[in-house]
């Protein structure tokens, strides 16, 4: 299911210069270029990001530094993307709000973004990925969670 963006939810036309202030952000992907702009792009719009080049070390940040949302790689050695998901989605309690995630890759195929839905992401994203492109989705994803309202983007 593709996820639908609440267009009663403004705080995406905020004009804020940070509207991910206080947001706690999981960016997982074996590319140590990709990790240093998705770090600029979400840092610089208020985030406190947390960084993994692997499943298993996301899996412990998850355990250790809960975040508000995850992005991550689709395709990366040991494990994949969807593994990450998967391990996520099965380890959420009944009552717990489901843990936003954005799948990011190369593969722009239709095919991609269904697995990837499919799998538990909630939105799906083809690299290269333009810096306030990722902060915008962030955002709307997090609107469309009712985890962010109002011009303000309080949450």
Avoid: W
């Amino acid at each position: 299911m593709e996820l639908v963006v609440d267009t009663a939810c403004y705080c995406c036309d905020s004009p804020m210069s940070t509207p991910l202030k206080g947001l706690q952000i999981l960016i997982v992907d074996d590319d140590p270029d990709t990790l240093v702009l998705f770090d600029m792009a979400l840092a610089q719009a208020g985030a406190t990001v947390l960084m993994a080049d692997s499943v298993g070390i996301a899996l412990q940040m998850l355990d250790q530094h809960p975040p508000n949302v995850v992005i991550s790689d689709i395709q990366m050695p040991h494990a994949s993307g969807h593994t990450l998901i998967q391990i996520i989605r099965s380890r959420a309690t009944d009552g717990q709000p489901q843990l936003p995630a954005i799948a990011v890759t190369a593969h722009a195929r239709d095919s991609d973004r269904l697995e990837a839905i499919a799998a538990g992401f909630d939105r799906f994203l083809t690299k290269p990925v333009d810096p306030d492109m990722l902060v915008n989705a962030v955002v709307e994803l997090l609107c469309s969670h009712g985890l962010m309202t109002g011009d303000a983007g309080q949450r």
